[in-house]
């Protein structure tokens, strides 16, 4: 489901370079219940996409037309879930690769990521990986002036917690993930009433 007019709008953006992705399954779990608690979302799946590399300097009209969706689509966005996986004690590249380019939203009225809140998904092989991933992604989120969603969906083990078809198979990891795609649209929409 993309954006519909008068609903909340939820970007999820993450996903490794590798097919079976699972904190790529992990992010669709969460976009549902965000779905599920009345959002509209959309996808950013990064195998997907394949955005290039984000050059500093570069104007936005220099890269290929799929970065300036990239940009459309956050600028338009209400709320945003990250997903990553944890990968030598921090996040993916492809994923710090694809928040660089919100650096297009520095000009932004408000800028950057100011009042939109961040849900954070970080997967990992070991037990660790996963929490120091979403330890880095807290730093971006702030550093956007995002607001960080006051629960975290580590998925330590992660090949042990999502089968071959993308089913998360810990039911507590998918409660959790469940949780996370509703806090993000619930505290959204109080942020939304709070608005000054």
């Given at each position: 489901m993309a954006w519909s007019e008068g609903r909340i709008?939820?970007?999820g953006i993450g996903g490794t370079l590798r097919p079976a992705s699972t904190s790529r399954m992990a992010l669709e779990h969460a976009l549902h219940a965000a779905e599920d608690a009345g959002a509209a979302t959309e996808l950013v799946s990064l195998n997907d996409w394949r955005l290039p590399m984000f050059e500093p300097g570069r104007p936005l009209e220099d890269y290929e037309s799929i970065v300036a969706r990239f940009i459309d689509i956050a600028q338009r966005a209400d709320a945003m879930i990250w997903s990553t996986a944890g990968y030598h004690g921090t996040i993916a590249?492809?994923?710090k690769n694809a928040l660089d380019f919100l650096e297009f939203l520095s000009g932004s009225e408000p800028p950057y990521l100011h009042q939109r809140v961040v849900g954070l998904i970080a997967t990992g092989a070991g037990e660790l990986a996963a929490v120091n991933a979403i330890n880095a992604m807290v730093h971006v989120v702030h550093a956007l002036r995002g607001t960080v969603a006051p629960l975290f969906v580590p998925v330590p083990r992660?090949?042990?917690?999502?089968d071959s078809t993308g089913h998360i198979v810990d039911q507590k990891i998918a409660g959790r993930l469940d949780m996370l795609g509703k806090l993000v649209v619930e505290t959204t929409k109080m942020m939304q009433t709070i608005k000054v």
């Open positions: 709008y939820v970007v590249g492809v994923t992660a090949s042990q917690s999502v």
